[in-house]
């Protein structure tokens, strides 16, 4: 069964940084495409970015050039670097592959 752990979610002021990390397990991580994807409250699921096997990356225009994604396929682990956050980034992030999604790490962008 395929495993998918978010951490690194938490409360930031606007202008901060977060770094939010997955770990896989029970999948073959190496050729896997992994996703992000957010959920605003209130809102439905909305994709943020992803990174194929060979590392080439993709970004929705909302995040571009302030989120970077990356991944570490001897840990299994995909990391989203995020700088500078505004409120709007305020949802609960998930970590997916296929069809697995985790249980999310919440993120809070607020003064």
């Known amino acids: 069964e395929v495993q998918l752990v978010e951490a690194g979610g938490g409360l930031v002021q606007p202008g901060g940084s977060l770094r939010l990390s997955c770990a896989a397990s029970?999948?073959?991580?190496?050729?896997?495409?992994m996703n992000w994807v957010r959920q605003a409250p209130g809102k439905g699921l909305e994709w943020v970015s992803g990174?194929?096997?060979?590392?080439?990356?993709y970004y929705a225009a909302f995040v571009k050039g302030r989120f970077t994604i990356s991944r570490d396929n001897a840990k299994n682990t995909v990391d989203l670097q995020m700088n500078s956050l505004n409120v709007e980034d305020t949802a609960v992030y998930y970590c997916?592959?296929?069809?697995?999604r985790g249980q999310g790490t919440r993120v809070t962008v607020s003064w």
């Open positions: 029970g999948c073959t991580f190496s050729p896997s495409t």
């Open positions: 997916e592959t296929g069809s697995w």
């Open positions: 990174i194929n096997s060979d590392g080439r990356t």
